[in-house]
């Protein structure tokens, strides 16, 4: 599954990249969730010319993360998890541009994040209930998936930036934006340890471990955050225009090349538990100025 970002904005994406084996099956599909409908998706086929696996492979995707053209509405993501969810998603890969945090990563430079700062966690969740369902935060980037993506930019990525894989530990921080960051916030978020930020990682992220699937992010900055490098200039949309063919060919060689069968241990992270947590039991009626000894509620 292919959750299109700023990565390749501006671009009829796949038909200007020219990637021989790909092709759209469905286009302008529409689809209803629970909290409403989503648009801006479309089923892609990858020829098994192309594939790791020697067989077609179909990709799900979604424009712009799934966000309205003409509205504000994080809860978007919601709604696209749930639809990742009904898909059977077993790889989802989100390509987007991110600012830096950190001097030493530059405007250009291609990065594949290997943990998440989310200080909203999971605000617009997707669970079907909280009683019966327990999802890890230990491994919300799958390394596996985020080794491929390595691979592919390796190969793809052009000279002007270079290259950071999941290995190098880098830490990505979600704001919801619209607006960018001030000064302070930078500082806030460079203190708390994130090298960059991105304003839909976190939702997609944890979207993805509520269903189960195997998610990576593969991302390039396009300039720095407010008071990282002063007086850096603000390149952005000519950045756009340079990096977006490249950017889009590394995601779909990307899913050509994933691995479904390969161990990650990304599904382990996503639990069932049994139903009997969701029994509510009769409230027990204690003498007043008894001692609770039932221990500690964490909720």
């Known amino acids: 599954m292919l959750l299109s970002g700023s990565a390749t904005w501006g671009l009829r994406f796949p038909q200007d990249l020219h990637e021989p084996g790909v092709r759209v099956l469905q286009h302008g599909l529409r689809f209803d969730t629970p909290w409403g409908p989503s648009d801006g998706w479309q089923v892609l086929e990858l020829d098994r010319a192309i594939v790791i696996d020697d067989r077609p492979r179909q990709?799900?995707?979604v424009f712009s993360h799934g966000w309205p053209p003409h509205h504000i509405d994080h809860a978007t993501h919601r709604r696209v998890a749930w639809i990742l969810g009904q898909a059977g998603a077993r790889k989802v890969l989100a390509d987007s541009t991110c600012g830096s945090l950190n001097r030493a990563l530059r405007p250009r430079d291609f990065v594949i994040a290997?943990?998440?700062?989310d200080l909203t966690q999971t605000l617009f969740s997707a669970l079907p209930g909280r009683f019966t369902h327990l999802c890890q935060g230990s491994q919300l980037f799958c390394p596996a998936l985020g080794h491929t993506v390595e691979t592919v930019a390796r190969e793809l990525w052009p000279a002007s930036g270079r290259v950071y894989g999941h290995s190098s530990g880098l830490v990505v921080v979600?704001?919801?934006?619209?607006?960018?960051n001030t000064?302070?916030?930078a500082r806030a978020y460079q203190l708390l340890?994130?090298?960059i930020i991105n304003q839909s990682i976190g939702a997609e992220a944890n979207g993805a471990r509520e269903v189960g699937a195997c998610f990576i992010s593969a991302s390039y900055v396009v300039s720095y955050e407010n008071?990282?490098?002063p007086d850096a200039g603000n390149a952005l949309d000519a950045i756009h225009h340079e990096l977006a063919l490249a950017a889009?060919?590394?995601?779909?060689?990307t899913l050509a090349r994933a691995d479904l069968s390969g161990p990650c241990a990304c599904e382990g992270y996503r639990t069932q538990?049994?139903?009997s947590y969701a029994l509510r039991s009769e409230p027990t009626v204690r003498p007043q100025g008894a001692i609770d000894d039932t221990g500690p509620l964490r909720t």
């Open 193 to 195: 340890g994130a090298d």
């Open 59 to 61: 990709v799900l995707n």
């Open 174 to 180: 979600h704001n919801w934006g619209p607006r960018f």
């Open 183 to 185: 000064a302070a916030e």
């Open 227 to 229: 008071g990282v490098v």
């Open 248 to 253: 889009g060919r590394v995601s779909l060689r």
């Open 114 to 117: 290997a943990d998440l700062l």
């Open 273 to 275: 538990r049994p139903s």
